[in-house]
């Protein structure tokens, strides 16, 4: 099963936004997180399931949320205007 059902999601249109790295948060200098990142209309409705604790939507606004990685792809969406 792809990680997107174990949300209740079907996707569709997906397409490449882009790779990002940064720190990883919590761990020791020099750990790197990197991320793939890929938008697409769904249907459904988003769930947490699985290792998945909780789902729920941030914007622009909730950088003090988010880890280094986020922000560098909350800054490219906001680029874009996807965010």
Do not use: P
Request: proline share 0%.
């Amino acid at each position: 099963m792809r990680d997107f059902q174990k949300l209740g999601l079907d996707l569709s249109t997906l397409a490449f936004v882009g790779i990002f790295e940064a720190q990883a948060h919590g761990h020791s200098e020099g750990t790197l997180v990197r991320m793939t990142c890929y938008t697409a209309n769904y249907s459904g409705q988003i769930k947490a399931a699985a290792e998945i604790e909780e789902a729920r939507w941030l914007n622009y606004a909730d950088q003090d949320k988010i880890s280094a990685v986020d922000k560098l792809i909350f800054d490219h969406l906001k680029q874009l205007n996807l965010l």
